[in-house]
């Protein structure tokens, strides 16, 4: 894939984003979606370089799996945007790191946004537009958002256990991340859990 880097200089890039759910067709959609994810990952990497440096590998441990499910996601969407005859450029964007806290709070709002409202808009032009390949990404995506939320959630609730290392399941096919050790296979597209990566 020939991506090229563009560096875009935004004080608070990732609030714009995510608060945004403008729908103009799914190669375009395609494209932001993309660069939501490109972001994401970036973003949850240095959350969880942050969780390290305060003592708590448990947050780190979600961030680097959540960080690695967003890569497949950003992968899926820029497949799926060449079908259409696009290219997936990655627009980098300037992020704030907080406190591990603060970290956790502010993403648990963006997965919250991508799986409630983008997402679906997204999905939902997709699906006017006839592209299988643009749903079963999107589909992939705004489950594991979802799931992401919940997991933020979850983790934000226990603050007791936050120096505790978490193992995390993440599908490399649709993304889908767990801390359900015993899954067989993935709930969302079937992919077997011997091909899940363990964070
Ligand atoms: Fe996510
Ligand atoms: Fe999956």
């Avoid at 714009?16 to 403008?22: F, G, I, Q, R, Y």
Wanted: proline letters at 3%.
């Amino acid at each position: 894939m020939n991506r090229k880097h563009i560096f875009i200089a935004l004080a608070i890039a990732l609030p714009a984003l995510a608060a945004a759910a403008d729908v103009v067709n799914t190669k375009q959609n395609l494209l932001v979606a993309f660069n939501q994810e490109v972001n994401a990952r970036l973003r949850y990497r240095a959350f969880a370089d942050k969780a390290d440096a305060e003592g708590f590998p448990g947050v780190a441990g979600l961030f680097r799996a959540l960080a690695f499910s967003e890569g497949v996601h950003a992968d899926n969407h820029a497949r799926a945007l060449e079908t259409l005859g696009g290219r997936a450029v990655e627009s980098v964007l300037v992020y704030r790191v907080e406190t591990t806290r603060a970290n956790l709070k502010e993403s648990l709002r963006v997965e919250r946004s991508e799986s409630g409202t983008i997402y679906p808009a997204y999905l939902k032009q997709a699906a006017v537009d006839g592209n299988a390949q643009a749903v079963k990404s999107l589909e992939g995506a705004m489950a594991s958002e979802g799931g992401h939320a919940r997991l933020l959630s979850k983790v934000l609730r226990r603050a007791g256990e936050w120096k505790t290392k978490l193992v995390l399941l993440v599908c490399k096919a649709c993304g889908y991340t767990t801390d359900d050790l015993s899954v067989k296979q993935c709930p969302y597209c079937a992919h077997p859990r011997a091909e899940f990566a363990e964070l």
